[in-house]
């Protein structure tokens, strides 16, 4: 399968506390994105990392991607309660033009 | 940003009916759509890539003669589930890209379709 997996499966934080996300996956790729997802709703872009990229920062998110372990994580610093979303990884393959193939997500709970 | 719609946001059919699901790109045009599958709290699933002007490439396992993908138009990818079953419920997602630009960083996601199949 070329669908990534996330770690943890769910987290629950409280407002105020950092929030980490692990996405691995399985083939080379082009460019890791990030998204979240409201419950029953569309997705949002949150951030995309290219292959030659390490570490990119968008506001209080910061994405490191690490290609030699074929892994990638998402911080998100001094979480809020509308931080709670599912968060999920996103693959751009090297050899399958533009397909994007989801990580199994993250379920993101920020306790007020 | 570029808006991709869906219509209808939610279907609930019978058993054995077709659907018919659209996604348009409202303010570009779109070479390029793709049509994932949600089931609940599990990740999306690319079912199929929608090219303007010629046959769809559906991912393994997933049956093109089930679901038909219609890309007639640079701003309109139709996906119809025929003879649904309840099996077939789900949330329904595409997304839609430029016709040029780098790979895989201009993907714009529509809001999705739920359907229920009785």
């Known amino acids: 399968s070329q669908q990534g997996e996330e770690d943890p499966q769910a987290l629950s934080i409280q407002e105020g506390e950092n929030a980490t996300m692990n996405c691995s996956y399985k083939?080379?790729?082009?460019?890791l994105q990030w998204y979240r997802q409201n419950s029953g709703r569309g997705l949002v872009h949150l951030i995309l990392?290219?292959?030659?990229?390490r570490e990119k920062h968008s506001g209080r998110l910061r994405v490191t991607l690490d290609t030699s372990k074929k892994s990638s994580s998402l911080l998100i610093t001094a979480s809020r309660a509308a931080d709670t979303a599912s968060y999920f990884c996103?693959?751009?393959?090297?050899?399958?033009?533009?397909?994007?193939?989801f990580g199994t997500g993250t379920s993101l709970t920020v306790i007020p | 940003g570029a808006v991709v719609s869906q219509h209808p946001s939610w279907v609930i059919c019978k058993s054995g009916t077709s659907v018919k699901i659209e996604c348009r790109s409202l303010?570009?045009?779109?070479?390029?759509m793709f049509w994932y599958r949600q089931f609940p709290k599990q990740s999306l699933m690319l079912m199929a890539t929608?090219?303007?002007?010629?046959?769809?490439?559906?991912e393994q396992g997933v049956e093109k003669d089930k679901f038909l993908i219609n890309h007639a138009s640079l701003t309109l990818s139709t996906l119809t589930v025929t003879s649904a079953h309840p099996e077939d419920s789900s949330f329904y997602i595409c997304?839609?890209?430029?016709?040029?630009?780098?790979?895989?960083?201009?993907?714009?996601f529509g809001p999705g379709t739920r359907l229920t199949v009785l």
């Open positions: 996103a693959t751009g393959l090297t050899n399958t033009g533009n397909q994007f193939y």
């Open positions: 929608s090219n303007e002007g010629s046959k769809a490439t559906y």
């Open positions: 303010d570009f045009q779109a070479t390029t």
């Open positions: 997304s839609a890209r430029f016709p040029s630009g780098m790979v895989g960083n201009e993907q714009f």
């Open positions: 990392i290219r292959s030659n990229e």
């Open positions: 083939t080379s790729i082009n460019n």
